[in-house]
């Protein structure tokens, strides 16, 4: 291979890359044009929400639950070197409602959901459904996109809700069965140190996530090409970058609400 | 197909209400944590250092939470104005004249304001007020102390191995009543004859028991003069008279010295010259012999006198009235008795 053949080819990717990006850029101002045009197809985003937060609950519950637990218990032999289990509650506390909940929530929901919403729509696309739709005078990216990223902005924060309750749930189970301390009492500690900036945080890092994997699903799907196997691609990539944008997005959020804590 | 969209609409609806009911609880256990909701007072304190004290730490009075801290800002020339928002109802607790200082909640915990002190007789915190503030030790002083601590436990404990180590070699008195038998032997015939007065004086005990519960027998001297009455009373009367007696009795050495003084000082008086005057005496001693002399001689005068004719019919009928008066009075007694009988 020729310099001149491999400048084309980096050429070649850098292009697609920016294209992406531009693309993304589109579909991401089109969302909100097409968000607030016209009628909002209700029943179909009550459906998508029984979708992604009813049907996801369980499973966010499930790994709440489990990510209280296992954090108390890693936690506590840490603290036990300097005698500080009593901050047990409040550590844990911290850790769940500052990070562990929403970012437990979002990664799960980025697994099922973000794959589900690639997939589901990527085979629309290859299928031609979506075509069918446009010709079917229905406004596919209303129907399809605008209500499927508004049920993951909705549910997701409520989901992370449900994930925080939990996984203090656990964490007070662990704590109660080690330590005898009783239910108002580890409450009293968990939200001792619990700002409303925290749970401010939590609830804007929750609905930025909820939006990055809707429109990351959706737009993987959307613009899925090549057959079967660009809905496989679509719903890998819809995981593959909403994971990578929610820690972006992590990283740029606790700078943020770090500058207004004092 | 309408029905299952009902149902799907239901259980949404359920999913986001119940999610919502956990954030409100949450906001406001946070809110309650805060005292966000609860009306407070704003009460100011200057500060020379506050050691880290952030906003929303907890203002703490008597161990209890009544408020948080609202504003931190610097204010002139190194010093920090700290704004305290107080709930209403522990505002009558705190007095005018109480005292604020940063601490810290446990070893490692937060920092947090510590209102402490105020006397009952001033009126209770207002709006606005400032307290006053006391300078406590930071960790670096108070990590100092501790230093200084370890260096004069250091300082005992050479001290104390010092002590144990002479002890054990026998060095001074305690090493020396630790080895040294003699001194053993010593200290136990001591504990032995103090057992032995131990037992003595409980000997002496009882039989002081034994006196004191026969000074309490009634009828005993001892017993009356503790529980007669009358006794007491005659004995008060009798050291009154003893005491006017000796009083008496005062006066009138008194008197006799003031005589004797007299006597001594007054030598022209006729006691004073009797006394003193050893002339007179000889003339008086003179005198006295001349007085028997002559006595003797009017005597013998008085015998020839009565021998004399002229005066012995005189001295015959003298001496007959005098045999007769002894028969005169036998007769008036008899008389007497037989008139009485």
Not at chain 1, 96 to 109: D, K
Not at chain 1, 167 to 181: H, I, K, Q, R, S
Not at chain 1, 229 to 237: H, L, M, T
Not at chain 2, 286 to 304: C, F, H, I, P
């Amino acid at each position: 291979m020729s310099d001149n053949q491999k400048e084309k080819v980096y050429t070649k990717g850098l292009d697609s890359a920016l294209l992406a990006v531009y693309n993304g850029y589109v579909f991401f101002l089109r969302f909100f044009r097409e968000a607030f045009r016209g009628r909002m197809e209700l029943q179909e985003l009550i459906k998508q929400c029984y979708a992604i937060g009813n049907k996801s609950l369980l499973l966010i519950g499930l790994t709440g639950f489990i990510t209280g637990m296992v954090f108390t218990k890693q936690s506590r032999p840490s603290l036990a070197e300097f005698g500080a289990v009593s901050w047990l509650p409040s550590l844990v506390a911290i850790a769940i409602v500052r990070a562990l909940a929403a970012l437990v929530t979002a990664l799960i929901s980025a697994g099922k959901v973000g794959s589900s919403i690639g997939a589901e729509l990527g085979s629309m696309r290859v299928t031609e459904q979506i075509d069918a739709m446009e010709v079917s005078a229905v406004n596919p990216f209303k129907f399809l996109v605008v209500t499927r990223v508004l049920a993951s902005t909705i549910t997701i924060p409520i989901l992370m809700f449900y994930c925080t309750a939990v996984a203090l749930l656990g964490a007070y189970l662990n704590v109660t069965l080690n330590e005898g301390t009783s239910f108002i009492s580890f409450f009293e500690n968990a939200f001792e140190q619990i700002t409303f900036l925290d749970v401010g945080t939590s609830l804007a890092k929750a609905v930025a996530y909820g939006f990055t994997i809707g429109i990351v699903g959706c737009y993987q799907g959307y613009n899925a090409s090549k057959g079967t196997e660009g809905v496989g691609k679509a719903a890998n990539s819809a995981v593959v970058i909403s994971m990578f944008l929610i820690f972006i997005e992590e990283v740029i959020i606790v700078q943020v609400s770090n500058y207004f804590r004092i | 197909m309408e029905t299952s969209a009902r149902k799907r609409s239901i259980t949404v609806g359920l999913f986001v209400i119940i999610g919502l009911i956990i954030f409100i609880v949450g906001i406001l256990t946070i809110g309650s944590m805060k005292k966000v909701f609860s009306s407070t007072i704003s009460v100011k304190t200057i500060f020379d250092d506050v050691n880290g004290l952030k906003v929303g730490n907890n203002v703490w009075y008597s161990g209890v939470k009544i408020g948080t801290v609202k504003t931190i800002r610097f204010q002139g020339n190194s010093k920090v104005e700290v704004i305290l928002h107080i709930e209403e109802k522990s505002q009558e607790f705190v007095r005018k004249n109480a005292k604020a200082k940063v601490s810290t909640d446990g070893l490692i915990g937060n920092k947090i304001i510590v209102i402490y002190g105020g006397t009952q007789k001033v009126p209770s915190i207002e709006d606005g007020d400032e307290l006053v503030v006391e300078k406590i030790e930071s960790t670096e002083e108070m990590l100092a102390v501790l230093s200084e601590n370890n260096k004069n436990l250091l300082g005992i404990t050479s001290a104390f191995k010092t002590i144990s180590k002479n002890i054990l070699e026998g060095k001074g008195t305690v090493g020396m009543l630790l080895s040294d038998d003699r001194l053993y032997n010593d200290v136990d015939q001591t504990l032995a004859a103090l057992k032995k007065a131990s037992a003595n004086a409980q000997v002496m005990t009882a039989s002081l028991s034994g006196f004191t519960s026969k000074l309490n027998q009634p009828g005993g001297l001892a017993n009356d003069f503790a529980t007669d009455t009358v006794i007491m009373r005659d004995i008060r009367g009798t050291i009154g008279r003893l005491n006017e007696t000796v009083a008496t009795a005062n006066v009138m050495v008194a008197n006799l010295k003031s005589a004797s003084e007299d006597l001594n000082s007054n030598r022209t008086s006729p006691l004073g010259v009797l006394l003193h005057d050893e002339a007179t005496a000889t003339n008086l001693k003179g005198t006295l012999q001349n007085l028997e002399s002559s006595t003797e001689k009017l005597d013998e005068n008085m015998v020839a006198l009565r021998s004399n004719f002229l005066f012995r019919r005189y001295f015959k009928k003298k001496d007959k009235e005098q045999a007769k008066q002894p028969v005169k009075e036998e007769v008036k007694a008899e008389t007497k008795d037989s008139v009485s009988q």
